[in-house]
């Protein structure tokens, strides 16, 4: 009965996931022609709650709170308080598979995905590559299964999940061919945590803290609490009103990480350095269209020009937050959002480019 259901609300999912992550993630949108007259300024004429960072090089542009972190107590938010980030968590992910490669647990990222899990329905199709760059044609769980677990107050695990998707791929097969489109899937990122469980014998936390979270004193980042709590995170709103429990480990590895300001900014800095050999990188960025405006899926980050400025960004959003990391090569900047309101996702993008636009 759970699988049958969950199947069904998987193929309504996908018509309607695809639309969206058109829109996203493909042509961003956005309004930045608002009057500008510094980053402070415009985003508190915006009303933006949450935390921020823009630095060019060892120099911070803007680095402060908006607006209330707990609005029961008039707590305000504050750049060292923790956030839920959501889909930022798929840049660790891609980053632990590329460890994984570099320490031979994986051969190469065009290997196929029946080398590891041999009953997975086209698993002979689908590579490693197409899973880190949502060229799967696998769709995504998270609408379907996160609706089925409130309404029934079911608490899944990763595993299970695991075991819907492929039912749901042996019932209705794929969305398309493996390679032949983009489409954003959180089921990709999913499976990718669980590939690096099953090579590792580590859980996926265990694994990015031996080799990311610690290398790179990465003191305020881990898997967030399904119920939010103590005075070092930020509560997160919807609409105003304080969101109740998430179960965390729906996101996984696909957006169950939470961090602050200060992480996300070590983090940026080393994947704009040496965290990456050159060729990681051209695995992880991908290169930029001709034209401005037109974002190219690569692996937990995509790539975008504006004014001929090439960025990587990905956003992210969970139940009561909003996040944005924004990487600049040219002039070794970042840009970070941490939002403790959800549903801001094209409020993010006008602040990217209007930031983009008047700062670099």
């Known amino acids: 009965m759970l699988m049958g259901k969950l199947k069904v609300m998987l193929a309504m999912a996908f018509l309607i996931s695809l639309a969206s992550c058109i829109e996203e993630d493909g042509n961003t949108p956005t309004d930045a022609n608002s009057e500008y007259d510094s980053s402070e300024a415009y985003l508190e004429e915006l009303g933006f709650t949450g935390s921020v960072l823009i630095s060019k090089g060892d120099e911070y542009l803007l680095k402060r709170g908006f607006g209330m972190a707990d609005q029961s107590y008039n707590i305000p938010n504050d750049p060292e308080l923790i956030y839920r980030i959501g889909s930022i968590t798929k840049s ?12 031979g ?17 086209y698993g002979d199709q689908i590579t490693i590559k197409h899973l880190m760059n949502h060229q799967s044609g696998i769709p995504d769980y998270v609408g379907p299964v996160g609706d089925y677990a409130e309404e029934n107050n079911y608490h899944f695990d990763p595993e299970e999940i695991f075991e819907i998707i492929i039912e749901s791929i042996e019932e209705d097969g794929l969305d398309f061919t493996p390679g032949e489109f983009f489409a954003y899937s959180n089921s990709n990122y999913l499976i990718l945590g669980l590939l690096i469980e099953e090579l590792t014998d580590l859980s996926y936390q265990e694994y990015l803290n031996q080799n990311i979270y610690m290398p790179l004193n990465l003191n305020h980042t881990g898997k967030g609490p399904d119920t939010i709590s103590g005075e070092e995170r930020a509560k997160g709103y919807d609409n105003g009103q304080e969101v109740g429990p998430y179960q965390m480990q729906i996101a996984y590895s696909a957006g169950e990480i939470e961090s602050n300001i200060e992480d996300l900014e070590k983090w940026g800095k080393a994947l704009l350095s040496d965290f990456f050999t050159e060729g990681e ?5 991908a290169p930029p269209l001709e034209q401005n405006d037109i974002n190219v899926p690569g692996a937990g980050f995509f790539t975008l020009k504006i004014n001929d400025q090439v960025i990587y960004h990905h956003g992210g959003d969970i139940a009561g937050f909003t996040s944005l990391l924004v990487l600049i090569p040219e002039s070794e900047g970042l840009i970070i959002l941490l939002s403790n309101e959800q549903d801001k996702s094209e409020e993010r993008y006008q602040i990217m480019e209007a930031i983009i636009k008047n700062e670099f």
């Open 105 to 121: 647990y994986i051969n190469s990222l065009d290997q196929p995905l029946s080398d590891f899990a041999a009953d997975f329905p």
């Open 281 to 285: 990188k051209e695995l992880i960025f």
């Open 92 to 103: 660790f992910t891609a980053a632990a598979v590329v460890k994984l490669k570099r320490d």
